[in-house]
């Protein structure tokens, strides 16, 4: 459900950082909307079809152009090394 209700709002950008902003804001304010779901769907894995759908989001954000490992490293601390 939370998974599901947490795409309603995701409109990408194209940039790789906006992008997992907007939709960990989606995800955060669908969540504070619907705490009982919340605790019931975010901590544990079922494998669902919005379950898949957000990761798979997820992994196509990182692989998209312009989201390199030198990119995101610049954004993290502390960097992970090869």
Do not use: K
Not at 14 to 31: E, I, K, N, P
Request: charged fraction near 20%; charge should be negative; aromatic fraction near 8%.
């Amino acid at each position: 459900m939370v998974e599901g209700r947490g795409f309603e709002n995701f409109e990408p950008s194209g940039g790789w950082l906006a992008d997992l902003r907007q939709l960990a804001d989606s995800f955060y304010q669908t969540s504070l909307a619907h705490p009982e779901a919340a605790i019931l769907t975010l901590f544990r894995v079922t494998g669902g079809v919005h379950e898949i759908e957000a990761v798979e989001t997820i992994l196509g954000i990182l692989r998209a152009p312009g989201s390199t490992t030198r990119t995101r490293c610049a954004t993290t601390t502390p960097c992970p090394t090869p």
